[in-house]
Each structure stands twice: as C-alpha cells, then as structure tokens.
C-alpha cells in the first residue's frame, strides 16, 4: 500500500457516498483486501466482516469459484449490447432465478443496482395498467420508514427524511403506508413481532382517498433493512398481499437486502408465503462481486407486455450494463456457491444460535431495544445528547480501530448482517466484540 493513499490529503479528490466525508478523510476507516469472512485493512489487520460488506457479500468474500468465473469471463466476452442481442448466461442466469423465486415469478430484467431495480419495477407497473387499459394507475405507494435506493422513484416512494427533504418533490403521485416499528408494543423481539399486523389495513384507507382505479402498486422491503432491520410484523404481508389483490394493485417486494439467504431463503416472499408481482433483487445476486441488480415479474405482468406487433419493442426501458457478461457469470457462481454449500439452509439453521447470541446483549449500558431475524441483529443505542448518530459513529469506529470488526451503522443502530458462511465460532466472535464495542463506548 502506498504511502499517498494513508495520508489523508490525499483523499480530497473522492466524494463518498453517504460518508461523513470530513471525519472519514480526519479518520480513515480502509480496507485493502478480504477473504471469505474477514477484511483485512492495508496494514495487514484482520477484521471479522460482520455486515457483508454492505449486506451484499452472503457467499463470503473473494470465494474461489466466483473469482475464476469473473477472470474466465472477462477473457471470453467482455461486453454484449443487451438491445436486440443477447449472450447465453443472461438467458441462464435467467432461468436459475426464475426457478428460485416462488410462484409464477419467471421473467427477469437486469439492471445494474438495488436503485435501478426499483425504478425498474416502479416503471414496469405504471407500463404495465397502461398496457391492460388502465392508464389513470399511476400512483405508487410506499412506506415510512422504507428505503428504496436513490434514484428519483425510489426516493419518492422511500420513507427516510434525509433521503428526501434535499431532492424536491421527486414523483408527484406517490403515498405511504405508516412505518410498522413501535418500539412500545415490539421492543426485543425475536423475529415478526406479534404487534402491527394491523397496520396492513391502512392501504385501504389509501384506497379510499385516491380511489383503486388510480394506484398502480404498493412497494416494501419484507425486512426494512437501511432504517434498522425492522422486520414485518406477523400476517402484515400476507394482508397487504389480499388487499392489493381486492383492487387490482400490483404487489412489490423489495428484496435487495432480504434475497439470496438473508432470511434463510432464496427469497422472504418464500419464508411468507406470499406471491408478490414483482421482486426486486441486487447485492446478494453476485455476492456483491460485480454491480447486478434486477426485477422478477410474475407471469401475467410479462404477458401483458407481449401483444402488438412482433417486431416492435415492448418496454421502452433498459441499461447500457443490463445482463452485463461479468456480472452474470459472477451470479451464476454466486447461486453455485449458494447451492453447494447450503448457505441458505444454513442462515436457517442457525438463526435461533444467532438470535441468542444477539439478545444477549439485552441489558448493556444505553441498549434500547434488539432485534433478530434470518442472520439479521440490529442494536438500538440510545442517542447522545449532543446528536443522533453520534453514538453509532462512535460504535463504528471503535469496532473498526480497536475491535477489528466491521459493522454497519444506521443512526445509532448497529446492524449486523455477516456473510452466510458463517458458524458459530463466527457468531461467538461477533457478539462478543460487539458487546465489548458498546462498553467501550458507554
Ligand atoms: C431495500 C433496498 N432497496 C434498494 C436499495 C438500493 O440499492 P443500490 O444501493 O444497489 O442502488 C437498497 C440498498 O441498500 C435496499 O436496501
């Protein structure tokens, strides 16, 4: 490692991504190189990974198998137009994530990220009403508290304040189911709360505002993941699921962060029993190895696409990277590494060890509250007086210099989400370092 990427004026030029850029390039947090469950920082330190990467890295990191495919590909065919061509893994690639997903959910269109999947599928929704002649369902519906990326749909359907406020009004017709978190009636709950099923209900008093013949779809995270893993309460989805049925509205699962293991499935629409229209995949799908996101529709969205003449286009919508050689054929050994080792079976097996482990740490100064769910803890920190987020940066830091972890913080929420190779040594070592983590930071 060079000396000029240490010195901290050096890193003026890059502007991070939701980085507190100032006290990052004050601090630096780098890392140079990882391996299956750990990151290793430039200067050698090994540090547990206990939020993969970003909740992306589910097969571990830099595996064997997924870096050959991505060589061998990147040698063979770099880059295929996705318009009016095609290379075979996409097509593959397709067919092994229609066979993962429940129901009649079997086409799917690639994009590049979580966002762009979700715009996807906000698209292909008002697309779809306006193919069947139903082209006043135009609004879309989302939840406070939900987070659906950054690009201008998935911020006017997202529920997070800062998200927001910065950005002008993004889509005009859009609303929002109230947040299903209530710290009063949920706190400590392993997996569904018992409480806020109910909250389902409130779509029909959308309905009644807007009218049915004006919405297109409603859109959430079976896990909302980035404002805290605030799981779904017990029957909330299957409600949600019978109302959009009663009306004609398309049902979108937002599974970017819950696909591919998270809940010990392929997909939470699986661990619910419920079929929605629409998933939408990204992080997991390659392991976080090469940038994939896309959507899986059910059977009647696509076939109503396919009429018209057949030399015309049918959705006027894709990317330049769409079904990108690389990124396929890091999915391909991604869902190989899934099925050989079990990974799935194993965030099953062990989520109860894991919500143990997690739960005891009830009781640890300024914790208010710990949830559990799949390989999913989020930790509560009470916020310090001089700001919110204070205290969860100070979490991040000291997990990161002093207790050789990575985590992920949102506010002052630690949330932890660990590559799903892990065991229960893994499980040991991180609840154990993060129980140092909140001492040390009390
Ligand atoms: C549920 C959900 N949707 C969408 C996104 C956006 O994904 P990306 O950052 O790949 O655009 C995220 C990212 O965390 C997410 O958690």
């Known amino acids: 490692m060079s000396q000029s990427v240490l010195a901290p004026n050096d890193l003026e030029a ?53 870096v050959k495919a991505i060589q061998d590909q990147a040698a063979e065919l770099d880059f295929s137009p996705p318009f009016q061509f095609g290379h075979p893994k996409a097509f593959q690639l397709a067919t092994r994530l229609a066979d993962l997903a429940p129901g009649d959910l079997d086409h799917v269109f690639f994009s590049n990220s979580g966002s762009e999947a979700v715009d996807t599928a906000l698209k292909i929704a008002i697309a779809f009403h306006n193919v069947s002649g139903q082209g006043a369902r135009q609004r879309l519906i989302g939840r406070v508290r939900g987070y659906h990326g950054v690009g201008f749909g998935g911020i006017a359907v997202g ?46 008093n959308i309905v009644a505002l807007h009218d049915a013949s004006t919405i297109a779809a409603v859109i959430v995270e079976p896990m909302a993941g980035s404002t805290g893993a ?15 049925d009663k009306y004609g509205i398309l049902l979108i699962f937002d599974e970017v962060i819950t696909g591919f293991g998270r809940l010990g499935h392929a997909f ?36 109503a ?20 050689p690389l990124a396929c054929a890091a999915a391909l050994a991604t869902l190989d590494v899934y099925e050989k080792e079990h990974l799935f079976e194993n965030a099953r097996k062990l989520e109860s060890k894991w919500a143990d482990a997690v739960h005891s740490l009830r009781g640890l100064p300024n914790v208010e509250d710990i949830r559990s769910i ?25 997990a990161f210099h002093r207790q050789d972890m990575l985590v992920r913080v ?31 930071i009390a």
């Open 159 to 204: 529920g997070m304040v800062a998200n927001r406020k910065f950005f002008g009004s993004a889509l005009p017709a859009t609303d929002h189911l109230p947040a299903t978190y209530n710290r009063a009636e949920q706190a400590f709950t392993r997996g569904e709360p018992e409480w806020g099923g109910h909250l389902a209900d409130e779509l029909e």
């Open 268 to 303: 939470a629409a699986e661990r619910y029993g419920v079929v929605p229209d629409m998933i939408t995949f990204a992080k997991g799908v390659t392991s976080g190895t090469v940038p994939m996101g896309g959507v899986i529709v059910r059977k009647h969205v696509y076939d």
């Open 14 to 66: 890059y502007w991070m991504p939701f980085t507190a850029n100032r006290a990052f390039k004050q601090a630096p947090r780098m890392l140079g190189r990882a391996k299956d469950m750990h990151y290793f920082t430039p200067d050698g330190r090994k540090l547990i990974d206990a939020a993969a990467g970003l909740w992306c890295c589910n097969a571990g990191h830099s595996r064997d198998p997924i």
């Open 230 to 244: 605030l799981p779904a309460p017990r029957g909330y989805l299957q409600k949600l699921r019978a109302i959009c």
């Open 305 to 324: 696409f396919m009429k018209g003449p057949e030399h015309a286009v049918e959705l006027f919508h894709g990317y330049t990277y769409s079904a990108h």
């Open 374 to 398: 799949g390989i999913v803890g989020a930790i509560d920190l009470a916020p310090k007086a001089d700001g919110a987020g204070k205290r969860g940066l100070d979490a991040m830091n000291e």
């Open 410 to 440: 949102a506010g002052d929420t630690i949330a932890l989400s660990p590559p799903l190779m892990l065991n229960e040594n893994h499980i040991a070592e991180i609840v154990d370092k993060v129980g140092k983590t909140i001492r040390a």
